[in-house]
């Protein structure tokens, strides 16, 4: 863990949910490979109630319960810093990070009492060029009217408190993403966006400078299931130590055999009647 721990007011959360243990050592070898950690934030791995340790990060424990009440939890109660960038633990790394740019960001976020930055890119984002630039990054502001997804859950820097608002009880993660951006949608508040992960490889949007350094993540899961997005992290596996040899075989044989991540075969769909039942509580 950083010995800088209390000197930083940015907090990195990983949330995970304990079904996903699986996902946890990859996460974590990529992620050291690529992140820099002269980036001056704490970093936090919050599962539900499983014990884990993985280097750099403490592992917190947010209880059972629904995704919108897990994460409440830990920013009302566990992270005491002001600001929290979110990952989930199937976003695997691949390019590597500058600590410069996300310092330079953290200041200006600071100064600027900005709420959300989002920092990966999608066609579904509309923005607007502002003055400020990172490293060549342009800052764009979101168009919130024509823009979709404004609560989403890929990598972004949150203001806690603003976060917080945005999680309402007993939302899981879909309804969260849905609702959370109706809500947005009717507050209208300033979003900022910045293209510095090439999510899934997805081209950048903003009016950027020419010569830009991005990172990248790839999402890996599915459905509970590991996606062709993982194939390209298993070589890299393979041809490092004994103990990554080894995972990256069982992220084959999952991959190959369609097994969940807790090792089960894949569910059977859900039948006609059972999809319509469900779609009407929502």
Known sequence: M???HTQHNVA???????????????FSYFFNQNWDFDTQ????FATEEVSVSLPHFANIKSGRGEWADRLRHLLQNVITEKYVIYFQEDM??????????????????????????????????KTHPTPYYIEGFNIGLLDNKTSGYLMSHQVTVWEKEFLIQQLHKGEHPWRNERKGTKRLKKLDPQIYHIDYFAQNGQQAINQNQVQIMRS???TVSGNSMLQDNVLPYIKPLQQAGVEQQAYAAQLLHH?????????????RKEDIFKKIKNFFKR
Not at 12 to 26: E, M
Not at 103 to 123: C, G, I, P, T
Not at 255 to 267: A, C, F, R, V
Request: with cysteine; hydrophobic share 30%.
């Open 2 to 4: 950083n010995n800088n």
């Open 12 to 26: 990195l959360l990983v949330h995970t949910c304990d079904r996903y243990r699986f996902l946890y050592d990859g």
């Open 41 to 44: 934030c704490n970093y936090y």
């Open 92 to 125: 695997w790394l691949n390019r590597p990070v500058s600590s410069s740019f996300f310092n330079e960001l953290f200041a200006l976020m600071a100064h600027n009492q900005w709420q959300q930055v989002k920092l990966d890119s999608a066609d579904i984002y």
């Open 216 to 218: 990248e993540y790839h």
């Open 255 to 267: 991959y190959q055999n369609q097994l969940t991540h807790d090792g089960q075969p894949k569910p």
